[in-house]
């Protein structure tokens, strides 16, 4: 096949991704330099169509990035006033007074937020100081130069035919060239992976480590709704058999975000994750809370969860990670906004400072340096021992010793210095064999949902005739390895439905079902055989989710 032609537009800075770390890179450029040429590329159908976040966020990073936010109009609306630490039973819950708690994890002074409208009301600003933004262009290539650095993106390819090659109905898209690329596309990024594995930026680091993380918006009787009620719980229903926890958030409108968080370093793949969310729902104090509710929308990401130790190196030639793409979620807090824009900021000046320099195409490693030493890296460094302590010792272990560090970290120390992750997410899912199935009950309708009457509050579409995004290595591994080995586990990590093992005549076959996906990149992480790639479909497509 002949090469491929494509226009090519030229750019001081191109990124990919509309979230809250590319878009404050985006302000910040052009509050630098008006002059600066800068696009960011956005494969949501809008901006704010893919984000999905727990949405208790602390302005520092809005503070230090647009001082006067409050007279520009945010939404940050509504303060938080209430903060509620519960270890659920079955049937009860134990309260955990707020006073022993290390100071970092106060919620005073922070916001309960839809991240989707304040990425879009931080679009408008971006807009406002000429920053080119184009939704609905996903990017599905790196290019690079003649000397091995990044120095573009392809976007906007449309039209393939169903087994991914070019027909007479494609767009090829168009090339976007920049002097430097940054890539703030969320956890697991397509294109953060391939940089971060042809630059091998992960030497020397722990494994990244991640959660699944699902949350629905409910609709509750006003007689129950605490506008500024911040709730967290940890316990039942997962107990021993992975960690996580949960998030109750009530915003306006009587309005209340629940959410559920599962980290997927388990070992049992018969566990079930959305299961476990919507079992949580029928705990008592849930269930009375959601009582006479409706539920109004769902959706599902992946969350990092590594932290300090995990991070990769930040830059190669040309390219800068920006927020999630390299992890920098505060776990204990379940916060990574205010990172994130912090380090759009940082990339930003860094760049600035390159380009008025005559530089480009290097290593922009100013960013990382105040990446590592500045702000972000001390608030991740106060916590880089949680994550690990609930992995090796369990809940009640991490609770007590996790909150001594942090404790001991706020004085500027630590008794058990950095702690590793050991294995992989995937690596850590044992044999079926060595655990026994769990019998979830059947939803109910009412307070909890089957998975695909879920996804359609997710407002998923994906163009069916294009090329399944989700590429596996092997196409006989689910049959021949993972059904035997480890039951299948993708048919219950994916909080969507996508992956299903269908009996023909007692002839398994594993159906990829990809017009479901609401891009939360499990399956790509939990994969025991690591045969799943997870790479973008055409822009525009996934979910299109509503104030999330």
Not at 142 to 157: C, F, H, Q, S, T
Request: proline share 7%; net charge negative.
């Amino acid at each position: 096949m002949a090469e491929i032609e494509r226009e090519a537009m030229e750019y001081d800075v191109v990124i990919v991704g509309a979230g809250p770390a590319g878009l404050s890179a985006a302000i910040r450029l052009k509050q630098l330099d008006a002059d600066l040429n800068v696009v960011v590329l956005e494969k949501g159908s809008e901006v704010g169509a893919h984000i999905l976040s727990g949405a208790v966020l602390d302005p520092c990073g809005l503070d230090a990035l647009i001082p006067d936010w409050k007279e520009k109009g945010a939404p940050l609306n509504v303060p938080v006033r209430e903060d509620n630490f519960y270890m659920l039973g079955e049937a009860g819950q134990l309260r955990i007074p707020n006073w022993p708690m290390p100071p970092l994890m106060n919620n005073h002074g922070n916001y309960i937020v839809s991240m989707g409208n304040v990425c879009r009301w931080m679009a408008e600003q971006a807009e406002a100081l000429g920053v080119e933004i184009f939704p609905g262009m996903a990017c599905s290539e790196l290019v690079y130069g003649d000397n091995g650095e990044v120095k573009g993106v392809v976007a906007g390819v449309f039209g393939l035919e169903p087994d991914g090659s070019y027909g007479p109905n494609t767009e090829p898209g168009m090339e976007l060239h920049g002097k430097y690329v940054f890539l703030s596309e969320g956890v697991r990024g397509s294109l953060s992976k391939e940089v971060i594995a042809k630059y091998d930026l992960q030497a020397g680091k722990e494994p990244q480590k991640y959660g699944i993380g699902m949350k629905e918006i409910w609709e509750i009787d006003p007689a129950k709704h605490k506008e500024g009620s911040v709730t967290h719980t940890m316990g039942w229903p997962l107990g021993g058999n992975a960690g996580g926890g949960s998030f109750i958030y009530h915003l306006e409108n009587n309005q209340v975000y629940v959410g559920f968080v599962v980290h997927l370093n388990y070992k049992n793949p018969h566990l079930f994750p959305y299961m476990e969310f919507q079992r949580f729902k029928h705990h008592p104090m849930v269930a009375d809370l959601l009582k006479g509710g409706k539920r109004v929308a769902y959706g599902a990401r992946a969350i990092t969860e590594g932290g300090y130790q995990s991070m990769p190196k930040l830059v190669a030639p040309g390219v800068a990670l920006l927020g999630c793409s390299a992890g920098m979620v505060n776990v204990p807090r379940i916060k990574g906004n205010h990172n994130a824009m912090l380090s759009g900021k940082a990339a930003a000046e860094a760049a600035f400072e390159a380009i008025k320099a005559g530089r480009g195409g290097d290593e922009l490693t100013d960013y990382e340096t105040e990446v590592r030493n500045g702000a972000i890296g001390a608030d991740l460094k106060k916590v880089r021992n949680v994550k690990p302590m609930w992995s090796k010792w369990g809940l009640t272990a991490s609770l007590a010793l996790g909150g001594l560090d942090m404790w001991t970290n706020t004085l500027g120390f630590s008794l058990f210095g950095t702690l590793g992750h050991g294995k992989t997410d995937a690596e850590a899912t044992e044999e079926a064999s060595k655990h026994q199935p769990i019998d979830y009950p059947k939803p109910d309708g009412t307070l909890s949902f089957d998975r695909l009457t879920n996804v359609a509050f997710s407002f998923t579409n994906h163009e069916e005739s294009q090329p399944c995004h989700l590429k596996l290595a092997d196409p006989e591994i689910p049959v021949k390895v993972n059904l035997p080995k480890y039951d299948e586990p993708a048919q219950r990590y994916c909080p969507a439905g996508v992956y299903e093992i269908v009996r023909d005549e007692d002839q398994p076959r594993f159906v990829i079902n990809f017009q479901n996906c609401v891009h939360c990149k499990t399956c790509d992480i939990k994969d025991p055989s690591q045969n799943i790639n997870w790479t973008t479909p055409q822009g525009g497509d996934g979910p299109n989710y509503p104030n999330m």
